[in-house]
């Protein structure tokens, strides 16, 4: 620690007082006692202090150059201002005491101001004329440090501020700025064409817009709406004045359109619907025409009516009614998002079967009046076993009486005597089942959509028939049917609905159709896959809807007791059936939203290349054996169209990645 000796200072008390003013010294401290400091200034300067037991503290005081006594001694004001504690004068005395106390106790304003030093405490008093004091306390308490004080007093109209005097009399030089006064009035503005709340209100929303941008600043003026007169009232600076009866002046114009009608041409929504919604929503309670206040004592009725040539609205309203008409229409009348489905139908199945079965049959000589020993399900059994044996009897085709798969008949046959057979029938069959759809639909947004693809199937319904009595008719007979076509093939019915971001609402129905190879039922047999469901998918995503894993093995076994138990010999007494279907079925869906007219030309430039590619590869040109004909295939696109698509696709991508 360096800190001034008292050799130094005792020879500064020494000289003359010319002298000693005209010395100098550099003081440096380095984490130096407080009361130390305090000494070396007394001794320096020659003055008394008295100390608060409160000040204590670890000063650093770092000089450069040489410095004055008196120049010193401001500088240990300093040091004090920076710690926390004040020099108060009291006569011959000098009390230090923390600055939390200061206000409480007389300082340098009873001296000449012009002899106060910055750091010195000082209380004054500022009569303020033009504005008032008490509303000053907020806007200038901020800059008062925590030990000053400021307060107003009302009566008088006058500020009361406590603290060093630099702080002061900076805090003087804002109230003269502040104290202004000004030349508010008021002014009636009478209206012609505008309505008075409607001027209001368009130019304080203006007026918050630009105190918002200013960050508060300017006040701007004051307007009030008179009803009974039509009139806007303003009060406020004269500059602020003047800016609203220019603003009012301009507004308070007559419609560029004639009258009070307006024709409105839609380009997106039906007219027809709109208009019946506009008037629902415009008319009064007792459903006639929706009236509003025009000029002072006068109501003007609102109508609303469609041209569904030119898909307008033709509108008869007020100014003020028709600005709110406008303003619905504008956020109705837009493009609706749509939405491109692609639902995935995958579906592979296999069908195995196995018969083998053995039928007896005793008879007499040639077969005839057969008997049967066995008959099991499945089997032909023993009816017109002889004609198929021998070349069949009467005029039954023999090649009838064959089952399916091979038929082998064994034993003897005899022109006297017993004939006895073996019919051994035996089957097997595998067939498998690839299906693969893809259905696309394409909607706008919460609006139903429905493709089907298939054909119309007949089925019998009934049949009878009725026989003739007519004379000479001998009886004849008519046969009678009744058949109702159904459709059978693929239908997807879906609504979507697009929420806020990129997620897509669907409601489908789902329903996959198609005729069985199947021949054991009276009529034709059909196949049935519904799906009935309401997902949400995200914008390109792909989510299962629901399928089907099944798998389906019967096993059927016939034997005569006993013998077709028997090792070996059991097989010639026994018919056995196997049959295993498997069926794996999954149904996926996939939505991409189309937000703009580049996406959709996208999307069909993309199927419309992908079908054309498929012809091209069917070896296209001419038509074999047909001189002259050729194989129809879609014409190429422009390639300006597709060109013009993906450009605003990557525009919108870089204004999306921009944002």
Known sequence: MSRLTPVLALLLLALPPALAQQATITPNYKDADIRQVIEAVGEVTGRNFVLDPRVRAQVTMISASPMSPDAFYEAFLSILAVYGFVAVPSGEIIRIIPDANARQVPGAELGDPRDWRPDDLVTQVIAVRKVAAAQLVPILRPLIPQFGHLAAHPPSNVLI????????????????????????????????????????????????????????????????????????LVSGDRTERLRARTLITWLDTPLEEIGDTQVRYLRYTDATDLASRLQAQFADSNGRGATAEGPPGTAVAVNIWADEATNALIITAPPRRMRSIMSVIDKLDIRRLQVLVEAIIVEVSSDRAADLGVTWAIADADLQNAVGVTNFPGTRGVVGLGGALIGGAGTTNPASLIGSGMTVGVGRVSGS???????????????????????????????????????????????????????????????????????????????????????VRLKIEQEISSVSETTQAVDLVTNNRNINTTVIVEDGGILVLGGLLQEDLRETQSRVPVLGSLPLVGALFRASSVNKVKTNLMVFIRPTILRDDAQVAFETNAKYNFVRNMQLEQQPGRVPLLRGETRAILPELPEQVFDDAEERAIDLRDLATDE
């Open 161 to 232: 501020i406590s603290d060093r005097a630099a702080n002061v009399e900076r805090m003087s030089r804002i109230i003269r700025r502040i104290d202004q006064s000004g030349d508010d009035d008021v002014e009636v503005i009478r209206l012609e064409f505008a309505t008075a709340n409607e001027i209001v209100r368009v130019i304080q929303t203006l007026n918050q817009g630009a105190q918002q941008a200013e960050g508060g600043g300017v006040p701007r003026a004051t307007l009030v709406a008179d009803d009974r007169s039509n009139s806007v």
């Open 417 to 503: 005597g017993t004939s006895f057979v073996a019919l051994i029938e035996a089957l097997e069959a595998d067939s498998n089942t690839n299906l693969l759809g893809t259905p696309i639909l394409v909607t706008m947004d919460n609006e139903e959509a429905e493709i089907r693809v298939g054909q119309q199937v007949p089925f019998v319904t009934g049949q009878f028939t009725s026989t003739g009595t007519q004379t000479g008719t001998g009886g004849v007979v008519n046969p009678f049917q009744t058949i109702q076509r159904e459709q059978v093939g693929l239908l997807l019915k879906l609504t979507p609905k697009i929420n806020e971001g990129n997620a």
